[in-house]
């Protein structure tokens, strides 16, 4: 009856927790604790060892599906998860169904046929070995020679691979569930929840109060606030979780889109604005005035600034050598007697001798800037009933880029003037102006950072479209097209004079960016005509893109 209820309740045992009394409820019912869970690693590692002690038995080692033998030892890049699965799953087969496999193996990655037919088990494998050979057939066949070569180092490496992809899907799971529970939660009902959990928090710690007087540990050390209530308490709406952008973060790009611009600006305008008859460059108090006025007016201003940049008091002034004095002559004469009419384009570029032309009727030469040499000559026509032809011819020498190249004079410009000059002036043609002015705005784009950025698309698409090249960020792209910029301009003084040169130079920097930028990775197990290939890919959209660019430049420029 209920008498003896209360008594057997009476009698029970006073459960201590932490000093706090609570009594024994008797309509509580405890179960008994059930066996403890496996230990997943211990069962893993039991059945790699138990896997590699089969493998022991079983000699796979003269099986080879590769030419490289390096391969088969070498520290490689992780193997797709796709291929790392069929690896995997190779293991797994019966020793029987292995051998017949192997045997077999070449005409499988080649024609996914057999000759001998295998169990059940082996044609399974057989269809998904064939969804992997389409896309990733070298690197099934390295895996799988590695696999032959020493199986216990590549089971555990797969393994390895496997379960670290598991993680990470798991892991993005969950938080996207955590996301979708954010989002269903609004943020009122947020708000109540913490406010009513911090309540009962209070109260309780003002219950307990009494209880924890005169002992250690305090109510929050006694009793942790429980995992379950930490995640709904840090969960927050979308909105709410988004960091505050600093003003430094936006302060450094507004600044770069700021000189930009600024530099756009000044060079199309000074592109877009120059005229042939500045002749700033020209001292006035200079005895070489008129070749100067000359050189400006055929070369151009800004041409003769970059060839010729002004001078600081002390530094050495280039010294025309009697060699390169009548080299900058005989080029201008031979001009003369082309524009003349007694040499055409067949003889032109051929080797002739001036002696054997006629006589010229007048020449004049003189340094007009340093560095810059001014030819004049005067030449009759060959028709007798034509005026006489006058060219002018204006080289540059003095310059170690010369001495490189094993020239004594380069020839900036040269064209035919008018008889009467300098009354008359000299204007080249419309289309060379806007020419010029088009390759003046294309640089001042390059020097903006077109270049880099058309070197990142390339490389986007080379990553999508090569195995050879991966790369986890965007950011990363922009990094390594950085990277072959600033490489670039260190090798500009390198003659390159063929495109295989230039993907084999470009190859190799991109193997230093793999050292320098650690989101991106070279695949070099692919083999050199791979890597030229995708490296081809990235110069030649660069390429394109500029091109592009210079047509739409040309036409708004016209």
């Known amino acids: ?86 690896i995997l799953a190779f293991h797994q087969l019966p020793p029987d169904d292995k051998l017949t496999l192997l045997t077999q193996m070449n005409q499988l990655l080649e024609t996914s046929e057999l000759e001998h037919s295998a169990s059940s088990v082996g044609q399974t494998w057989v269809k998904q ?16 020679s590695r696999y032959c070569a020493e199986p216990a180092n590549t089971l555990e490496e797969v393994r390895s691979l496997l379960k670290t992809k598991q993680k990470i899907r798991d892991h993005e799971a969950t938080m996207a569930a955590a996301e979708s529970t954010a989002d269903v939660l609004p943020e009122t009902s947020s708000r109540t929840l913490d406010d009513s959990i911090d309540h009962q928090s209070e109260n309780c710690g003002e ?36 960091p505050k952008s600093t003003v430094l973060a936006w302060a450094i790009p507004a600044v770069w889109c700021f000189v930009v611009i600024i530099t756009l600006f000044t060079k199309i305008n000074a592109a877009s604005g120059g005229t042939y008859l500045a002749y700033n ?84 030469g003189d340094i007009a800037l340093p560095g810059i040499f001014v030819t004049d000559v ?11 032809i006058r060219v002018g011819c204006v080289h540059h020498f003095g310059s170690k880029a010369l001495e490189f190249e094993g020239m004594t004079v380069w020839q900036m410009a040269s064209d035919q003037i008018p008889l009467n000059w300098p009354e008359e002036h ?7 102006i806007l020419q010029s002015q088009t390759s003046r705005i294309h640089e001042a784009f390059y020097t903006a950072g077109t270049d880099t950025i058309f070197t990142a698309i390339g490389l986007f698409v080379a990553v999508i479209v090569s195995p050879v090249f991966s790369c986890s960020s965007v950011g990363g792209l922009y990094k390594v097209a950085s990277f072959m910029g600033f490489a670039s301009g260190l090798l500009s003084f390198v003659p390159i004079f ?46 394109f893109l500029s091109l592009v660019m210079y047509w739409a430049i040309a036409s708004i420029v016209s």
């Not at 050390?221 to 979308?238: D, E, F, G, L």
């Not at 005067?378 to 006489?388: F, G, R």
């Not at 000299?426 to 060379?432: E, H, I, K, R, S």
């Open 1 to 86: 009856d209920s008498g003896d209820a209360d008594s057997i309740t009476a009698h029970k045992p006073t459960i201590l927790s932490l000093g706090a009394n609570i009594k024994y409820d008797a309509s509580v019912e405890f179960e008994p604790l059930g066996p403890e869970p496996p230990n997943n690693e211990e069962t893993e590692r039991g059945e790699i060892e138990e896997n590699v002690a089969e493998l022991d038995t079983l000699d796979l080692s003269t099986h080879c599906f590769i030419r490289n033998k390096s391969l088969l030892r070498s520290q490689l890049m992780p193997p797709p998860e796709s291929v790392a699965e069929v």
């Open 281 to 364: 460059i020209c001292p006035e108090d200079s005895s070489s005035l008129k070749a100067c006025n000359l050189a400006v007016e055929l070369a151009g201003e800004m041409t003769l600034e970059e060839m010729h940049p002004r001078r600081s008091e002390g530094e050495t002034t280039p010294v025309l050598s009697p060699e390169a004095e009548q080299d900058a002559v005989e080029e201008c004469e031979l001009m003369a007697n082309y524009y003349a009419g007694f040499i055409g384009d067949e003889v032109f570029y051929e080797k002739t001798d001036v002696s054997e032309l006629p006589p010229i009727i007048s020449i004049e």
């Open 207 to 242: 219950h307990y109060s009494e209880s924890y007087q005169g002992q250690e540990r305090s109510p929050s050390t006694a009793y942790p606030t429980s995992p379950s209530r930490a995640a709904r308490r840090t969960i927050r709406p979308k909105n709410q979780q988004r």
């Open 129 to 144: 070995l064939n969804q992997v050979r389409e896309t990733e057939q070298r690197k099934t066949a390295i895996w799988l």
């Open 378 to 388: 005067i030449q009759k026509n060959a028709v007798a009933t034509e005026p006489d």
């Open 426 to 432: 000299y204007f080249v043609d419309p289309d060379l």
């Open 498 to 543: 063929s495109w295989k040169a230039r993907i084999a130079i470009s190859s190799l920097i991109l193997l230093g960016a793999t050292g320098s930028v650690k989101e991106f990775k070279m695949d070099w197990s692919q083999g050199y005509q791979p890597i030229a290939l995708a490296t081809g890919i990235v110069l030649g959209i660069n390429g």
